[in-house]
């Protein structure tokens, strides 16, 4: 069974970046796939890999990472401005984010506005292991 | 964040107090495998006469930062340009120490190697800052909408660091320097292929306007 957590943007809006990747981190180290309203920093994405990478271990092989961001070239003028006006009420919200364990996510594919996250064969030695431990 | 907006502030006057350099550096990033240690040794076989690192098909080979101080190239019109060349290791998300095995490496190896690249991946994010200009080398066979490539080209753009994107093994097949243009329209796309030196004269002539 594979498990998804939606955080919405309200949930990190006020955190740190550093405690937002940490929260968001945490979610994937308990084996869930998180999908979050709105996009990373792109500094953060570059934070969220580097913590990813303290923390690898054994049991934990990082990361795979996935984020869909709006297309500006196709917005018109008046949607940029509504946009810009619902970012300065409502915060950043554009865009999807989608992180997974590595020990479930084989891969995620973007095309490039539409993502296809593919997870490991059910069968395979270590997703066996996996339930076992569980 | 601070210090990055210091940082471009100064450096569109010319002057950086962060900067603890001597010469500009120019820096090749990318994932694993992309081809960024058979670039640097083209490099400076073609301008110092020695290769700089060791080049496998086994991903993470390169894990830490090597530097190449004083490398020299010169232009058709015969200018110089002079920069240290720092291969870093390939950037990823995922390090699993059973790819290794995998490949034939045995067990306590494969494990050295897997935390090695750990290391090598955190330098690499944060040598980012240091760079003068950098050269993202990228698989022209795979896929470029890869968030590793997203990522390291964003942070390059948030920082304001010139951007060459060099599109290697345009010798295979399966290579497509179209997608990479499509996938960083923004970008100068250069198809290259290190191992063969395919289009390594134009890869000069570039370097020389991402410095200027």
């Known amino acids: 069974m594979v498990t998804f957590q939606f955080v919405p943007y309200q949930d990190v809006e006020g955190l740190t970046s550093a405690k937002r990747v940490n929260k ?23 934070d969220l890999i580097e913590i990813t990478m303290e923390e690898i271990n054994s049991r934990f092989r990082g990361i795979e990472l996935s984020v869909i961001y709006p297309d500006k070239t196709k917005q018109d003028v008046m949607q940029k401005l509504r946009m810009l006006f619902a970012n300065i009420l409502l915060g950043d919200r554009q865009g999807l984010t989608i992180i997974g364990p590595a020990s479930i996510v084989k891969r995620i594919e973007k095309d490039p506005d539409k993502i296809e996250l593919f997870t490991k064969d059910g069968n395979s030695p270590r997703y066996r292991g996996k339930r076992k431990n569980k | ?12 006057l010319n002057f950086n107090p962060f900067s603890k350099k001597n010469s500009v550096k120019l820096g090749l990033y990318g994932p694993p495998n992309g081809g960024k240690s058979t670039l640097a040794n083209r490099v400076c076989m073609d301008w110092l006469g020695e290769e700089m690192s060791t080049v496998s098909h086994i991903s993470h080979e ?26 870093t290791p390939g950037i990823a998300t995922r390090i699993d120490y059973e790819d290794f095995l995998k490949k034939g490496i045995k067990r306590t190896e494969a494990k050295k190697r897997a935390k090695e690249a750990t290391k090598g991946v955190i330098d ?11 050269v993202v080398v990228l698989d022209a066979a795979k896929d470029p909408y890869s968030q590793v490539n997203i990522t390291i080209i964003g942070n390059l753009q948030a920082r304001n660091i010139p951007v060459l994107i060099a599109a290697n093994k345009v010798d295979l097949n399966k290579a497509n320097i179209d997608a990479i243009k499509a996938a960083f329209p923004q970008y100068e796309v250069l198809g290259i292929s290190a191992k063969y030196g395919k289009n390594i004269e134009d890869f000069y002539e570039n370097l020389f306007k991402l410095a200027h």
């Open chain 1, 24 to 46: 968001l981190l945490n979610i994937v180290k308990d084996d869930r796939i998180v999908i979050i309203e709105g996009s990373l920093r792109k500094e953060e994405e570059a």
């Open chain 2, 62 to 87: 390169t894990r830490e930062i090597k530097i190449k101080e004083q490398v020299t190239i010169k232009n058709k019109k015969g200018k110089e340009l002079t920069f240290s060349l720092v291969d």
């Open chain 2, 1 to 12: 964040m601070v210090k990055t907006f210091f940082r471009n502030f100064f450096k569109k």
């Open chain 2, 124 to 134: 690499a994010i944060k040598w980012l800052d240091t760079m003068d200009f950098v």
